[in-house]
C-alpha cells in the first residue's frame, strides 16, 4: 500500500538527518578552494522511540558498506541500520571453486545464480520487509530493480529533499537526478555515473556528435575496405556493439507494453544480417580498423583520454540521442510499502552517502587520501556538484601550473597532463546534453532476445520473423514480470 505525501512529510518532520555539519556548496565554474567551509553543526531530531533500519545486500563481503553502516551507527542519532543478507538464496549449483590469492572461493556462475536473491528481495519490497534496497542486490538481473522502480515500490525522495540542507535539488545534479524521475518523482537516489557512447576517429565517422542510424549507415558505406566493428564484423558483435545497449528503449515496464516490431528494431537485425554469420567464422579481433570503439567513461580525465581527438558518435539511434548516462550499481531506492519512521531513518543513512565529504574525489598527495573508507581515484561522476567541481578544479590547477603527470604505458613513460579547462567544459555540457539513461533489461528477456537472433544468425529465419517471436515472447514475459 502506498503512503501518502502527508504520512511521509510527518515522518519526515522527524529528521535533519545524522550528520556532523552543513557545508557550503558553490556551483560555479570550479575554483580551487582549500577546503569545505564548516557551518554551525547540525543536530538531528531523535526519533521518540530508536527506530532500526534494514538494507537487503546478497552477502556480508561488501566491507565499504559495512563501514559506513558501522560510522552511521557510531552517531547513536535513534536510527540504527542492519544489513540483511540473501545469500542463503543464491543457486549454489551454479558456482565452482577457484584459488584466488591462496585461498579457495566460491565463484557464482550465470543469471540464473542470483535469479532466487531477486525474486526474493522483491518479495520483501513488496511486503516491507527491507526498508532500504541499493540495486546491486540484484546481481545478475538488475531488471528487476527497473521494474520495483517503475511500479512505484520505492517512495519518492524528493520530500526528503526537501526537508535536508545539505542534500537536495540545489547540492545535487538535478540533470541527472531528472533522468531518474518517474512520473514527476525521484524513486532513486544515484550516487555515481558514468557515460556510455562510441568514439571514433573524425576521418571515418565525422566531426557530428551522437548519429543517428543513418549517419551510421552513410558512415559504413563510404568507410574503407576493411573497416571492422570492434574487431570483427560479423552477425552477433554488430548486434553486441551497436545495438545491445539499446535494448531498454524497446521496453516500457511502466505501460506494459514492447515494441521489438518497430521500423527501428527491424531495420537493426536487417542490418545485422549483412554481415558473415558467427558459425564456423574463424578470426582474432584485429581493433586497428574499427569504424568506431564503445566506451565507458568514469571522470573527467578519462574523458579526456577517451574523447580527446574523437567524435563521440554514441549509440545509432532515430533520433540521434544514443549516448547513455549509467548509473547501474550506484542506485538505492527506499522500500514505500514501510513505515514513516523506518523511511525517515532509511533517509538519514542514504544522505550520508550523498554529501560532498563522502564523495569527494581524492588526488595522490592530498591529505587524507588514506583515510580508512574515503572514496578517492575515478570510479563514476558523483552526483553531489561540489564534490565534483572540487575535483575538477584540483585537476584544472595542476594542468594550468604544467604539474607533471607521468603515465606509462607499454613499458613507455610519458605526461598525460592533467585535465586543461576546454576538455572539462567539453566534457560537462556533453553530460547535460545526454537525454537518455542505459536501462537495464530483465536478464530472462535479454536470453529471449539473444535466442532468436542467434536462430537469425545461423540462417534459420529471416529477421522479420526474428522480430515477429521477439515480440510475441516479450509482450507475455513483460506482462508476467510487471
Same mark, same amino acid.
Given at each position: 500500500?502506498?503512503k501518502?505525501?502527508?504520512?511521509?512529510?510527518?515522518?519526515?518532520?522527524?529528521?535533519?538527518?545524522?550528520?556532523?555539519?552543513?557545508?557550503?556548496?558553490?556551483t560555479?565554474?570550479?575554483?580551487?578552494?582549500?577546503?569545505?567551509?564548516?557551518?554551525?553543526?547540525?543536530?538531528?531530531?531523535?526519533?521518540?522511540e530508536? &527506530?532500526?533500519?534494514?538494507?537487503?545486500?546478497?552477502?556480508m563481503?561488501?566491507?565499504?558498506?559495512?563501514?559506513?553502516?558501522?560510522?552511521?551507527?557510531?552517531?547513536?542519532?535513534?536510527? +540504527? &541500520?542492519?544489513?540483511?543478507?540473501?545469500?542463503?538464496?543464491?543457486?549454489?549449483?551454479?558456482?565452482?571453486?577457484?584459488?584466488?590469492?591462496?585461498?579457495?572461493?566460491t565463484?557464482?556462475?550465470?543469471?540464473?545464480?542470483?535469479?532466487?536473491?531477486?525474486l526474493?528481495?522483491q @518479495?520483501?519490497?513488496?511486503?516491507?520487509?527491507?526498508?532500504?534496497?541499493? /540495486?546491486?542486490?540484484?546481481?545478475?538481473?538488475?531488471?528487476?530493480?527497473?521494474?520495483?522502480?517503475?511500479?512505484?515500490?520505492?517512495?519518492?525522495?524528493?520530500?526528503?529533499m526537501?526537508?535536508?540542507?545539505?542534500?537536495?535539488?540545489?547540492?545535487?545534479?538535478?540533470?541527472?537526478?531528472?533522468l531518474?524521475e518517474? /512520473?514527476?518523482?525521484?524513486?532513486?537516489?544515484?550516487?555515481?555515473?558514468?557515460?556510455?557512447t562510441?568514439?571514433?576517429?573524425p576521418?571515418? &565517422?565525422?566531426?557530428k556528435?551522437?548519429?543517428?542510424?543513418?549517419? @551510421?549507415?552513410?558512415?559504413w558505406?563510404?568507410?574503407p575496405?576493411?573497416?571492422?566493428?570492434?574487431?570483427?564484423?560479423?552477425?552477433?558483435?554488430?548486434?553486441?556493439?551497436?545495438f545491445?545497449?539499446?535494448?531498454?528503449?524497446?521496453?516500457?515496464?511502466?505501460t506494459?507494453?514492447?515494441?521489438f516490431?518497430?521500423?527501428?528494431?527491424?531495420?537493426?537485425?536487417?542490418?545485422?544480417?549483412?554481415?558473415?554469420?558467427?558459425?564456423?567464422?574463424?578470426?582474432?579481433?584485429?581493433?586497428?580498423?574499427?569504424?568506431?570503439?564503445?566506451?565507458?567513461?568514469?571522470?573527467?580525465?578519462?574523458?579526456?583520454?577517451?574523447?580527446?581527438?574523437?567524435?563521440?558518435?554514441g549509440?545509432?539511434?532515430?533520433?540521434?540521442?544514443?549516448?547513455?548516462?549509467?548509473?547501474?550499481?550506484?542506485?538505492?531506492?527506499?522500500?514505500?510499502?514501510?513505515?514513516?519512521?523506518?523511511?525517515a531513518?532509511?533517509?538519514?543513512?542514504l544522505?550520508?552517502?550523498?554529501?560532498?565529504?563522502?564523495?569527494?574525489?581524492?588526488?595522490?598527495?592530498?591529505?587524507?587520501?588514506?583515510?580508512?573508507?574515503?572514496?578517492?581515484?575515478?570510479?563514476?561522476?558523483?552526483?553531489?556538484?561540489?564534490?565534483?567541481?572540487?575535483?575538477?578544479?584540483?585537476?584544472?590547477?595542476?594542468?594550468? +601550473?604544467?604539474?607533471?603527470?607521468?603515465?606509462?604505458?607499454?613499458?613507455?613513460?610519458?605526461?598525460a597532463?592533467?585535465?586543461?579547462?576546454?576538455?572539462?567544459?567539453?566534457?560537462?555540457?556533453?553530460?547535460?546534453?545526454?537525454?537518455?539513461?542505459?536501462?537495464?533489461?530483465?536478464?530472462?528477456?535479454?536470453?529471449?532476445?539473444?535466442?532468436?537472433?542467434?536462430?537469425?544468425?545461423?540462417?534459420e529465419?529471416t529477421?522479420?520473423?526474428?522480430?515477429?517471436?521477439?515480440?510475441?515472447?516479450?509482450?507475455?514475459?513483460?506482462?508476467?514480470?510487471?
Amino acid at each position: 500500500m502506498k503512503k501518502t505525501l502527508a504520512t511521509l512529510t510527518a515522518a519526515l518532520l522527524l529528521l535533519t538527518g545524522c550528520s556532523s555539519a552543513s557545508q557550503s556548496i558553490s556551483t560555479s565554474t570550479p575554483e580551487v578552494q582549500s577546503g569545505p567551509e564548516a557551518e554551525t553543526p547540525t543536530e538531528p531530531t531523535r526519533p521518540a522511540e530508536d &527506530v532500526t533500519v534494514t538494507i537487503a545486500v546478497i552477502d556480508m563481503t561488501n566491507e565499504s558498506l559495512k563501514k559506513e553502516v558501522k560510522r552511521f551507527n557510531d552517531l547513536d542519532c535513534g536510527y +540504527q &541500520v542492519e544489513l540483511k543478507s540473501y545469500h542463503e538464496h543464491i543457486d549454489k549449483s551454479q558456482s565452482y571453486e577457484d584459488d584466488i590469492g591462496g585461498e579457495t572461493i566460491t565463484v557464482y556462475t550465470g543469471e540464473q545464480a542470483f535469479d532466487p536473491v531477486a525474486l526474493r528481495v522483491q @518479495m520483501d519490497v513488496m511486503s516491507g520487509e527491507v526498508d532500504l534496497v541499493p /540495486d546491486y542486490t540484484f546481481e545478475g538481473n538488475l531488471g528487476r530493480f527497473e521494474v520495483l522502480t517503475e511500479k512505484g515500490a520505492f517512495a519518492d525522495l524528493y520530500p526528503f529533499m526537501e526537508n535536508d540542507p545539505e542534500v537536495n535539488t540545489d547540492t545535487l545534479d538535478t540533470h541527472v537526478l531528472s533522468l531518474h524521475e518517474t /512520473d514527476g518523482e525521484l524513486r532513486c537516489l544515484p550516487l555515481y555515473y558514468t557515460i556510455e557512447t562510441a568514439v571514433g576517429d573524425p576521418a571515418l &565517422v565525422g566531426t557530428k556528435e551522437n548519429w543517428t542510424f543513418d549517419d @551510421m549507415l552513410s558512415a559504413w558505406e563510404s568507410a574503407p575496405a576493411g573497416t571492422t566493428f570492434y574487431g570483427i564484423s560479423t552477425r552477433d558483435y554488430v548486434y553486441m556493439n551497436l545495438f545491445r545497449g539499446i535494448l531498454g528503449d524497446f521496453v516500457d515496464y511502466d505501460t506494459v507494453s514492447c515494441s521489438f516490431d518497430s521500423p527501428l528494431f527491424l531495420r537493426m537485425l536487417e542490418f545485422c544480417n549483412t554481415f558473415p554469420s558467427p558459425l564456423g567464422y574463424k578470426a582474432d579481433p584485429d581493433h586497428t580498423h574499427d569504424l568506431f570503439q564503445s566506451t565507458t567513461i568514469y571522470g573527467v580525465t578519462n574523458f579526456r583520454s577517451a574523447a580527446e581527438g574523437k567524435t563521440l558518435v554514441g549509440y545509432p539511434t532515430e533520433d540521434g540521442t544514443g549516448a547513455f548516462l549509467n548509473a547501474a550499481y550506484n542506485r538505492w531506492g527506499i522500500v514505500r510499502n514501510t513505515t514513516p519512521e523506518k523511511q525517515a531513518g532509511a533517509w538519514a543513512f542514504l544522505r550520508t552517502l550523498a554529501t560532498e565529504e563522502a564523495q569527494q574525489v581524492r588526488l595522490p598527495g592530498d591529505d587524507g587520501m588514506q583515510e580508512d573508507g574515503v572514496f578517492y581515484g575515478e570510479n563514476g561522476f558523483p552526483v553531489n556538484k561540489a564534490a565534483a567541481e572540487r575535483y575538477a578544479a584540483k585537476l584544472i590547477e595542476k594542468d594550468e +601550473q604544467g604539474i607533471p603527470n607521468p603515465q606509462t604505458a607499454q613499458g613507455v613513460e610519458y605526461d598525460a597532463g592533467w585535465l586543461p579547462q576546454e576538455e572539462y567544459e567539453r566534457c560537462m555540457a556533453y553530460i547535460q546534453g545526454i537525454n537518455r539513461l542505459s536501462t537495464n533489461i530483465d536478464s530472462s528477456l535479454q536470453a529471449i532476445v539473444e535466442e532468436e537472433l542467434w536462430r537469425m544468425y545461423a540462417d534459420e529465419q529471416t529477421p522479420e520473423k526474428t522480430a515477429e517471436n521477439i515480440q510475441s515472447r516479450a509482450e507475455i514475459m513483460v506482462s508476467e514480470r510487471s
